[in-house]
């Protein structure tokens, strides 16, 4: 039928966008890199300082193969074109990559959407919870859903422990929230703890004692 694509021909449309954003990143990439760590090469270097230092004396850059003159010269107009045409990409690949990356999304949810039966069930989830997740401004509801979703993120955390201090422990692992208040340990953190306290307190006592005559 006219008007349909096939799973394939999304799947392979999807690849070509992916492909060619990844192009143009690495072309913007290399760009960029190319111009802003250029070596000046050895000939370019011989028949500039042969030359002397006059206006026209062109740069050859090793990695980019570009030359560029000195700062005293005026820019030809093919530069002038390249300035604007890597400038008009630039621009493109800045405000074109989110809506590309958005398409392709919505090509990969529809060949996600064509693998399934082409009837529709009541117990479709997929399409349950597509269509409770949309928002319509000209809902009342609206703001009480938005409230409402805002609650279900909150309790997906767990509530913390607002009881007594517990025991301090080697890790710093705070009580779960459901814990009653007795220690059931086998009193090995509080020994622990306890000859801590006492090694610092006789190494304390014995730097009193050592400077006590000073």
Excluded at 41 to 66: D, F, I, L, M, W
Excluded at 187 to 210: C, H, N, Q
């Amino acid at each position: 039928m006219a008007g349909l694509s096939s799973a394939k021909d999304l799947k392979r449309e999807a690849d070509i966008i992916r492909k060619k954003e990844d192009e143009t990143f690495k072309q913007l990439t290399e760009t960029k890199s190319g111009g802003a760590y250029a070596i000046p090469s050895a000939s370019a270097s011989v028949s500039a300082s042969a030359s002397g230092p006059g206006e026209n004396a062109v740069t050859q850059y090793r990695k980019s193969g570009r030359q560029q003159k000195k700062k005293g010269a005026e820019p030809t107009q093919e530069e002038i074109k390249q300035t604007e045409k890597l400038d008009a990409r630039y621009d493109e690949w800045g405000k074109g990559m989110k809506q590309k990356e958005e398409k392709a999304i919505r090509l990969e949810d529809h060949v996600y959407e064509m693998t399934k039966p082409l009837a529709r069930s009541k117990d479709d989830q997929d399409l349950d919870t597509m269509l409770k997740d949309q928002e319509r401004a000209d809902d009342p509801m609206l703001t009480f859903i938005k409230k409402k979703k805002l609650k279900g993120l909150e309790k997906k955390a767990l509530p913390k422990y607002k009881g007594p201090p517990p025991p301090p422990n080697r890790f710093g692992i705070m009580a779960g929230y459901r814990w009653d208040g007795v220690d059931r340990s086998n009193g090995f953190e509080r020994s622990i703890y306890a000859k801590t306290s006492d090694k610092k307190a006789v190494e304390l006592m014995a730097y009193k004692w050592s400077v006590e005559d000073m």
